[in-house]
Protein backbone atom coordinates (compact mmCIF):
# COMPACT_ATOMS: atom_id res chain seq x y z
CA UNK A 1 0.00 0.00 0.00
CA UNK A 2 3.05 2.38 0.93
CA UNK A 3 4.66 1.35 -2.68
CA UNK A 4 1.44 2.23 -3.97
CA UNK A 5 1.42 5.60 -2.56
CA UNK A 6 4.46 6.38 -3.32
CA UNK A 7 4.04 5.40 -7.07
CA UNK A 8 1.50 7.94 -7.39
CA UNK A 9 3.22 10.76 -5.82
CA UNK A 10 6.03 10.75 -8.31
CA UNK A 11 3.30 10.44 -11.30
CA UNK A 12 1.72 13.77 -9.82
CA UNK A 13 5.33 15.41 -9.32
CA UNK A 14 6.07 14.87 -12.88
CA UNK A 15 2.79 16.13 -14.31
CA UNK A 16 3.52 18.87 -12.62
CA UNK A 17 7.17 19.14 -13.72
CA UNK A 18 5.77 18.33 -17.52
CA UNK A 19 2.99 21.47 -17.43
CA UNK A 20 5.54 23.98 -16.00
CA UNK A 21 7.79 22.77 -18.75
CA UNK A 22 4.85 23.52 -21.31
CA UNK A 23 4.19 26.98 -19.97
CA UNK A 24 7.64 27.77 -20.06
CA UNK A 25 7.48 27.25 -23.87
CA UNK A 26 4.74 29.12 -24.35
CA UNK A 27 5.79 32.49 -22.68
CA UNK A 28 9.36 32.01 -24.39
CA UNK A 29 7.51 31.80 -27.96
CA UNK A 30 5.72 34.95 -26.97
CA UNK A 31 8.62 36.53 -25.43
CA UNK A 32 10.31 35.73 -29.10
CA UNK A 33 7.53 36.92 -31.48
CA UNK A 34 7.11 40.14 -29.16
CA UNK A 35 11.14 40.74 -29.76
CA UNK A 36 10.76 39.85 -33.77
CA UNK A 37 7.73 42.38 -34.19
CA UNK A 38 10.06 45.01 -32.13
CA UNK A 39 12.84 44.46 -34.07
CA UNK A 40 10.76 44.72 -37.54
CA UNK A 41 8.66 48.05 -36.46
CA UNK A 42 5.72 49.10 -37.95
CA UNK A 43 4.52 47.47 -41.73
CA UNK A 44 6.60 49.21 -44.62
CA UNK A 45 5.71 51.45 -47.43
CA UNK A 46 5.46 48.77 -49.52
CA UNK A 47 2.95 47.06 -47.54
CA UNK A 48 0.71 49.43 -47.08
CA UNK A 49 0.98 50.06 -51.18
CA UNK A 50 0.02 47.03 -51.76
CA UNK A 51 -2.99 47.58 -49.19
CA UNK A 52 -3.80 50.70 -51.15
CA UNK A 53 -3.98 48.60 -54.36
CA UNK A 54 -6.76 46.37 -52.96
CA UNK A 55 -9.09 49.62 -52.65
CA UNK A 56 -10.83 51.53 -55.44
CA UNK A 57 -9.23 54.62 -57.11
CA UNK A 58 -10.97 57.50 -56.82
CA UNK A 59 -12.43 57.68 -60.38
CA UNK A 60 -13.86 53.85 -59.37
CA UNK A 61 -15.18 54.73 -55.82
CA UNK A 62 -17.08 57.97 -57.95
CA UNK A 63 -18.54 55.38 -60.80
CA UNK A 64 -19.43 52.75 -57.62
CA UNK A 65 -21.33 55.29 -55.83
CA UNK A 66 -18.29 55.54 -53.12
CA UNK A 67 -17.37 58.87 -51.84
CA UNK A 68 -13.62 59.60 -52.87
CA UNK A 69 -11.94 60.28 -50.13
CA UNK A 70 -8.92 62.58 -50.50
CA UNK A 71 -6.48 64.45 -48.40
CA UNK A 72 -7.60 67.95 -46.91
CA UNK A 73 -7.76 70.62 -49.68
CA UNK A 74 -6.63 73.57 -47.89
CA UNK A 75 -3.53 74.03 -45.44
CA UNK A 76 -4.72 75.43 -42.23
CA UNK A 77 -2.78 78.31 -40.13
CA UNK A 78 -0.42 77.24 -38.05
CA UNK A 79 -0.40 79.34 -34.58
CA UNK A 80 2.99 80.95 -33.78
CA UNK A 81 5.15 82.17 -35.80
CA UNK A 82 5.58 79.42 -38.23
CA UNK A 83 3.50 79.89 -41.56
CA UNK A 84 2.94 78.32 -45.47
CA UNK A 85 5.12 79.82 -47.70
CA UNK A 86 2.99 82.60 -49.59
CA UNK A 87 -0.02 80.36 -49.86
CA UNK A 88 -2.31 80.00 -47.39
CA UNK A 89 -4.47 78.06 -49.72
CA UNK A 90 -2.44 75.39 -51.16
CA UNK A 91 -4.30 72.44 -52.52
CA UNK A 92 -2.84 68.98 -53.12
CA UNK A 93 -3.21 67.97 -57.29
CA UNK A 94 -5.52 66.32 -58.50
CA UNK A 95 -5.83 64.35 -61.39
CA UNK A 96 -8.22 65.68 -64.31
CA UNK A 97 -10.58 63.49 -66.17
CA UNK A 98 -13.05 60.21 -65.54
CA UNK A 99 -13.32 56.88 -66.73
CA UNK A 100 -16.70 56.16 -66.82
CA UNK A 101 -18.58 57.03 -70.73
CA UNK A 102 -22.27 58.36 -70.65
CA UNK A 103 -23.69 61.72 -70.05
CA UNK A 104 -22.20 64.43 -67.70
CA UNK A 105 -23.77 65.47 -64.53
CA UNK A 106 -25.79 68.23 -64.06
CA UNK A 107 -24.02 71.24 -61.66
CA UNK A 108 -23.57 69.77 -58.41
CA UNK A 109 -24.70 72.07 -55.69
CA UNK A 110 -22.03 70.22 -53.02
CA UNK A 111 -19.27 71.95 -55.99
CA UNK A 112 -20.68 75.61 -55.76
CA UNK A 113 -20.39 78.41 -53.12
CA UNK A 114 -22.43 81.91 -53.70
CA UNK A 115 -20.53 84.45 -55.13
CA UNK A 116 -21.31 86.59 -52.26
CA UNK A 117 -23.92 86.75 -49.40
CA UNK A 118 -27.38 86.54 -51.06
CA UNK A 119 -25.66 86.01 -54.33
CA UNK A 120 -28.02 83.69 -56.78
CA UNK A 121 -25.00 83.19 -59.51
CA UNK A 122 -21.96 80.50 -57.78
CA UNK A 123 -18.49 80.07 -57.90
CA UNK A 124 -16.91 76.76 -58.59
CA UNK A 125 -15.18 74.91 -55.27
CA UNK A 126 -13.91 71.58 -54.20
CA UNK A 127 -16.39 69.40 -51.97
CA UNK A 128 -15.79 68.52 -48.82
CA UNK A 129 -14.80 65.06 -50.11
CA UNK A 130 -12.16 65.89 -52.43
CA UNK A 131 -13.96 65.97 -55.41
CA UNK A 132 -13.32 68.61 -58.24
CA UNK A 133 -14.93 70.19 -61.16
CA UNK A 134 -12.55 69.05 -63.27
CA UNK A 135 -12.93 65.15 -62.28
CA UNK A 136 -16.72 65.37 -62.12
CA UNK A 137 -17.74 67.10 -65.47
CA UNK A 138 -14.77 65.64 -67.51
CA UNK A 139 -16.14 63.58 -70.69
CA UNK A 140 -15.60 59.79 -70.11
CA UNK A 141 -12.38 58.70 -71.78
CA UNK A 142 -10.87 55.31 -71.84
CA UNK A 143 -7.16 56.19 -70.04
CA UNK A 144 -5.49 52.74 -70.85
CA UNK A 145 -5.53 53.18 -74.52
CA UNK A 146 -1.99 53.82 -75.65
CA UNK A 147 -3.22 55.29 -79.07
CA UNK A 148 -1.88 58.80 -79.87
CA UNK A 149 -4.28 61.37 -78.72
CA UNK A 150 -5.84 64.00 -80.29
CA UNK A 151 -7.87 66.68 -78.44
CA UNK A 152 -9.66 69.43 -80.07
CA UNK A 153 -11.67 73.12 -78.37
CA UNK A 154 -14.10 74.55 -80.08
CA UNK A 155 -14.46 78.03 -78.72
CA UNK A 156 -16.94 80.77 -78.86
CA UNK A 157 -19.79 78.83 -77.85
CA UNK A 158 -23.11 80.58 -77.09
CA UNK A 159 -22.29 83.57 -79.21
CA UNK A 160 -24.44 82.34 -82.14
CA UNK A 161 -27.21 80.13 -81.03
CA UNK A 162 -27.95 78.26 -84.30
CA UNK A 163 -23.88 78.01 -84.96
CA UNK A 164 -23.35 76.92 -81.44
CA UNK A 165 -26.35 74.52 -81.32
CA UNK A 166 -25.67 73.05 -84.82
CA UNK A 167 -21.99 72.36 -83.53
CA UNK A 168 -23.08 70.54 -80.29
CA UNK A 169 -25.16 67.79 -82.00
CA UNK A 170 -22.93 67.05 -84.89
CA UNK A 171 -19.51 66.69 -82.79
CA UNK A 172 -18.47 63.82 -81.06
CA UNK A 173 -18.81 64.12 -77.41
CA UNK A 174 -15.20 63.95 -77.06
CA UNK A 175 -14.56 67.20 -78.57
CA UNK A 176 -14.39 69.82 -75.73
CA UNK A 177 -16.46 73.24 -75.57
CA UNK A 178 -15.01 76.88 -74.70
CA UNK A 179 -18.11 78.75 -73.53
CA UNK A 180 -17.87 82.69 -73.60
CA UNK A 181 -18.77 84.05 -70.41
CA UNK A 182 -20.51 87.08 -72.44
CA UNK A 183 -23.66 84.69 -73.46
CA UNK A 184 -23.80 83.41 -69.84
CA UNK A 185 -26.81 82.53 -68.49
CA UNK A 186 -25.80 84.39 -65.33
CA UNK A 187 -24.31 87.32 -66.77
CA UNK A 188 -25.81 90.70 -68.32
CA UNK A 189 -25.44 90.66 -72.36
CA UNK A 190 -22.03 92.37 -72.97
CA UNK A 191 -21.98 95.83 -74.47
CA UNK A 192 -19.17 95.91 -77.43
CA UNK A 193 -17.54 92.68 -76.25
CA UNK A 194 -15.13 90.73 -78.39
CA UNK A 195 -15.67 92.58 -81.22
CA UNK A 196 -13.89 90.65 -83.69
CA UNK A 197 -16.51 87.87 -83.00
CA UNK A 198 -19.30 88.10 -85.18
CA UNK A 199 -21.38 86.37 -82.81
CA UNK A 200 -21.04 88.92 -80.21
CA UNK A 201 -22.95 91.51 -81.77
CA UNK A 202 -27.00 90.75 -80.71
CA UNK A 203 -26.83 87.06 -81.89
CA UNK A 204 -25.48 85.39 -78.45
CA UNK A 205 -27.92 83.18 -76.88
CA UNK A 206 -30.03 84.44 -73.60
CA UNK A 207 -30.36 83.34 -70.25
CA UNK A 208 -32.71 80.22 -71.42
CA UNK A 209 -31.07 79.66 -74.53
CA UNK A 210 -28.16 79.22 -73.35
CA UNK A 211 -28.79 76.52 -70.46
CA UNK A 212 -30.46 74.74 -72.83
CA UNK A 213 -27.70 74.42 -74.62
CA UNK A 214 -25.57 73.52 -72.04
CA UNK A 215 -27.63 70.86 -70.98
CA UNK A 216 -27.66 69.35 -74.34
CA UNK A 217 -23.95 69.38 -74.34
CA UNK A 218 -23.85 67.16 -71.22
CA UNK A 219 -26.26 64.82 -72.30
CA UNK A 220 -24.19 64.29 -75.24
CA UNK A 221 -21.06 63.98 -73.33
CA UNK A 222 -19.58 67.42 -74.38
CA UNK A 223 -16.92 68.73 -71.60
CA UNK A 224 -16.86 72.71 -71.93
CA UNK A 225 -14.73 75.80 -70.11
CA UNK A 226 -15.71 78.81 -69.79
CA UNK A 227 -13.50 81.61 -71.24
CA UNK A 228 -11.60 84.50 -69.45
CA UNK A 229 -11.05 87.62 -71.23
CA UNK A 230 -7.01 88.38 -70.80
CA UNK A 231 -5.47 91.53 -72.38
CA UNK A 232 -4.88 90.57 -75.85
CA UNK A 233 -2.24 91.85 -78.11
CA UNK A 234 -3.06 94.87 -79.08
CA UNK A 235 -5.11 96.09 -76.73
CA UNK A 236 -6.88 98.78 -76.29
CA UNK A 237 -7.60 97.82 -80.39
CA UNK A 238 -8.61 94.80 -79.13
CA UNK A 239 -10.95 94.70 -76.76
CA UNK A 240 -12.43 91.59 -75.30
CA UNK A 241 -15.28 93.44 -73.83
CA UNK A 242 -16.01 94.18 -70.19
CA UNK A 243 -14.66 92.42 -66.78
CA UNK A 244 -11.21 91.93 -69.04
CA UNK A 245 -7.81 90.52 -66.73
CA UNK A 246 -6.09 93.64 -67.67
CA UNK A 247 -1.68 93.83 -66.91
CA UNK A 248 -2.46 97.85 -65.35
CA UNK A 249 -5.13 96.85 -63.13
CA UNK A 250 -4.56 95.91 -59.51
CA UNK A 251 -4.56 92.63 -58.40
CA UNK A 252 -7.68 93.12 -56.07
CA UNK A 253 -9.24 94.54 -59.47
CA UNK A 254 -8.27 91.35 -61.82
CA UNK A 255 -9.43 89.10 -59.00
CA UNK A 256 -13.11 90.56 -58.80
CA UNK A 257 -12.99 90.13 -62.51
CA UNK A 258 -12.79 86.47 -62.36
CA UNK A 259 -14.84 85.89 -59.69
CA UNK A 260 -17.45 87.48 -62.37
CA UNK A 261 -16.49 85.42 -64.82
CA UNK A 262 -16.21 82.16 -63.28
CA UNK A 263 -20.17 82.62 -62.10
CA UNK A 264 -21.28 82.96 -65.42
CA UNK A 265 -22.00 79.52 -65.34
CA UNK A 266 -22.35 76.34 -63.68
CA UNK A 267 -20.61 72.69 -64.55
CA UNK A 268 -17.32 73.18 -66.26
CA UNK A 269 -14.23 71.31 -65.65
CA UNK A 270 -12.08 74.34 -66.09
CA UNK A 271 -11.02 77.62 -67.90
CA UNK A 272 -9.62 79.45 -71.23
CA UNK A 273 -8.21 82.27 -72.60
CA UNK A 274 -9.66 82.58 -75.66
CA UNK A 275 -12.55 84.66 -76.33
CA UNK A 276 -13.19 85.44 -80.19
CA UNK A 277 -9.62 85.90 -82.30
CA UNK A 278 -8.29 87.07 -79.07
CA UNK A 279 -6.18 84.55 -76.65
CA UNK A 280 -5.10 86.88 -73.96
CA UNK A 281 -1.38 87.26 -74.88
CA UNK A 282 -0.05 90.41 -73.41
CA UNK A 283 -1.34 89.08 -69.54
CA UNK A 284 -0.36 85.33 -70.55
CA UNK A 285 3.04 86.73 -71.17
CA UNK A 286 3.14 88.06 -67.60
CA UNK A 287 4.00 85.37 -65.63
CA UNK A 288 3.23 86.76 -62.17
CA UNK A 289 -0.13 87.82 -63.21
CA UNK A 290 -0.85 84.07 -65.24
CA UNK A 291 0.22 82.65 -61.80
CA UNK A 292 -2.37 84.56 -60.20
CA UNK A 293 -5.22 83.23 -61.97
CA UNK A 294 -3.84 79.71 -62.19
CA UNK A 295 -3.41 79.30 -58.37
CA UNK A 296 -7.03 80.67 -58.03
CA UNK A 297 -8.52 77.92 -60.75
CA UNK A 298 -6.37 75.50 -58.63
CA UNK A 299 -7.97 76.22 -55.60
CA UNK A 300 -11.36 75.93 -57.12
CA UNK A 301 -10.67 72.38 -58.48
CA UNK A 302 -10.34 73.59 -61.98
CA UNK A 303 -8.05 73.05 -64.67
CA UNK A 304 -6.56 75.53 -67.56
CA UNK A 305 -5.86 75.53 -71.53
CA UNK A 306 -3.41 78.54 -72.67
CA UNK A 307 -4.50 79.17 -75.78
CA UNK A 308 -0.88 80.15 -76.88
CA UNK A 309 0.87 77.51 -78.93
CA UNK A 310 4.28 76.34 -79.05
CA UNK A 311 4.34 77.88 -75.03
CA UNK A 312 5.73 74.46 -73.30
CA UNK A 313 4.22 73.86 -70.49
CA UNK A 314 2.14 76.57 -68.77
CA UNK A 315 4.46 79.19 -67.11
CA UNK A 316 4.83 78.86 -62.70
CA UNK A 317 5.71 81.49 -60.81
CA UNK A 318 8.82 80.97 -57.90
CA UNK A 319 8.26 83.11 -54.95
CA UNK A 320 11.55 81.97 -52.81
CA UNK A 321 12.57 79.67 -55.62
CA UNK A 322 9.14 77.86 -55.01
CA UNK A 323 6.42 77.12 -57.80
CA UNK A 324 3.05 77.98 -55.77
CA UNK A 325 0.51 76.95 -59.05
CA UNK A 326 -1.02 73.56 -58.36
CA UNK A 327 -3.07 73.56 -61.52
CA UNK A 328 -3.29 70.97 -64.21
CA UNK A 329 -3.62 72.10 -67.67
CA UNK A 330 -2.47 72.03 -71.09
CA UNK A 331 -1.22 74.51 -73.82
CA UNK A 332 -2.88 74.41 -77.44
CA UNK A 333 -0.05 72.75 -80.23
CA UNK A 334 -2.22 74.08 -82.92
CA UNK A 335 -5.08 76.38 -84.05
CA UNK A 336 -7.01 75.06 -86.66
CA UNK A 337 -9.08 78.02 -87.85
CA UNK A 338 -6.60 80.78 -87.67
CA UNK A 339 -6.33 81.75 -91.37
CA UNK A 340 -4.47 85.50 -90.03
CA UNK A 341 -4.50 87.66 -93.49
CA UNK A 342 -6.15 84.91 -95.43
CA UNK A 343 -9.81 85.98 -94.59
CA UNK A 344 -11.79 83.46 -93.21
CA UNK A 345 -10.72 79.37 -93.04
CA UNK A 346 -11.54 77.29 -95.88
CA UNK A 347 -12.24 74.08 -96.44
CA UNK A 348 -8.74 73.12 -97.79
CA UNK A 349 -6.89 75.16 -94.98
CA UNK A 350 -8.66 73.19 -92.25
CA UNK A 351 -8.44 69.84 -93.96
CA UNK A 352 -3.96 70.52 -94.01
CA UNK A 353 -4.11 71.82 -90.22
CA UNK A 354 -6.15 68.62 -88.94
CA UNK A 355 -3.63 66.81 -90.72
CA UNK A 356 -0.68 68.68 -88.85
CA UNK A 357 -2.38 67.93 -85.71
CA UNK A 358 -2.10 63.89 -86.37
CA UNK A 359 1.17 63.65 -86.74
CA UNK A 360 1.84 65.92 -83.94
CA UNK A 361 0.10 62.95 -81.90
CA UNK A 362 2.05 60.68 -84.01
CA UNK A 363 5.21 61.99 -83.20
CA UNK A 364 4.52 62.62 -79.10
CA UNK A 365 1.99 60.60 -78.46
CA UNK A 366 -0.64 63.56 -78.22
CA UNK A 367 -1.66 66.77 -79.37
CA UNK A 368 -4.43 69.95 -78.52
CA UNK A 369 -5.83 71.99 -80.87
CA UNK A 370 -8.10 74.78 -80.93
CA UNK A 371 -11.14 76.09 -83.21
CA UNK A 372 -11.48 79.48 -82.46
CA UNK A 373 -15.07 79.75 -83.44
CA UNK A 374 -18.14 77.00 -84.61
CA UNK A 375 -18.33 77.97 -88.06
CA UNK A 376 -20.64 75.37 -90.18
CA UNK A 377 -17.20 74.69 -92.60
CA UNK A 378 -15.26 74.22 -88.93
CA UNK A 379 -17.81 71.95 -87.86
CA UNK A 380 -18.47 70.04 -91.33
CA UNK A 381 -14.94 69.26 -91.61
CA UNK A 382 -14.00 68.77 -87.97
CA UNK A 383 -16.81 65.72 -88.09
CA UNK A 384 -16.12 64.16 -91.22
CA UNK A 385 -12.16 64.10 -90.19
CA UNK A 386 -13.04 62.57 -87.07
CA UNK A 387 -15.13 59.72 -88.47
CA UNK A 388 -11.92 57.97 -90.01
CA UNK A 389 -9.54 58.70 -86.94
CA UNK A 390 -9.61 55.08 -85.09
CA UNK A 391 -9.24 53.35 -88.50
CA UNK A 392 -6.18 55.73 -89.23
CA UNK A 393 -4.79 53.99 -85.68
CA UNK A 394 -5.22 57.60 -83.64
CA UNK A 395 -8.24 58.52 -80.96
CA UNK A 396 -10.41 61.62 -79.90
CA UNK A 397 -9.82 62.70 -76.45
CA UNK A 398 -11.18 65.29 -74.27
CA UNK A 399 -9.38 68.14 -72.90
CA UNK A 400 -9.52 66.86 -69.44
CA UNK A 401 -7.94 63.12 -70.91
CA UNK A 402 -4.76 65.19 -72.23
CA UNK A 403 -4.35 68.15 -69.04
CA UNK A 404 -0.87 68.22 -67.49
CA UNK A 405 -0.95 67.07 -63.47
CA UNK A 406 0.39 70.21 -61.52
CA UNK A 407 4.04 70.04 -60.42
CA UNK A 408 4.75 68.78 -56.77
CA UNK A 409 4.74 71.43 -54.47
CA UNK A 410 4.76 70.80 -50.98
CA UNK A 411 3.79 73.07 -48.41
CA UNK A 412 7.30 74.52 -46.95
CA UNK A 413 7.29 75.99 -43.57
CA UNK A 414 9.22 78.87 -42.41
CA UNK A 415 10.60 79.69 -39.10
CA UNK A 416 9.73 83.16 -39.29
CA UNK A 417 7.86 85.34 -42.12
CA UNK A 418 9.85 88.25 -42.86
Known sequence: MADTDGQRSTRDRRGWRRLGAFWVVVLSLMAVGAGVVQYLGPPTGASLAASDRKSPDPAHREASGMAAVQPPMRVPEQPGPVSVIA???????????RDTPGPIADPDPTLLEPLSEG??????????DGRTAMQVYAAGFDHSSRRPRIGLLLAGIGMNEAESDAAIRALPGAVSLGVSPYAAANGPAAT???????GANGEGANSTTLTRLLATARTIGHEYLIAIPLEPAGFPLNDPGP??????APASVNARNLDWVLSRIDGYVGATGVIGTMRGERLAAMTDQLDMILSALAERGLLYVDPREDHGPMAKVAISGIPVSRTSGRHVDLVIDD???QGVADRAMIDAKLATLEQQARDTGSALGLVMRPTPVAVARIAAWSNGLADRGLTLAPVSALALPPAETPAVKLSERE
Open 87 to 97: ATRLVPPAVAG
Open 243 to 248: STLLTG
Open 192 to 198: GAAANDP
Open 339 to 341: ASD
Open 119 to 128: SKENLPRIAS
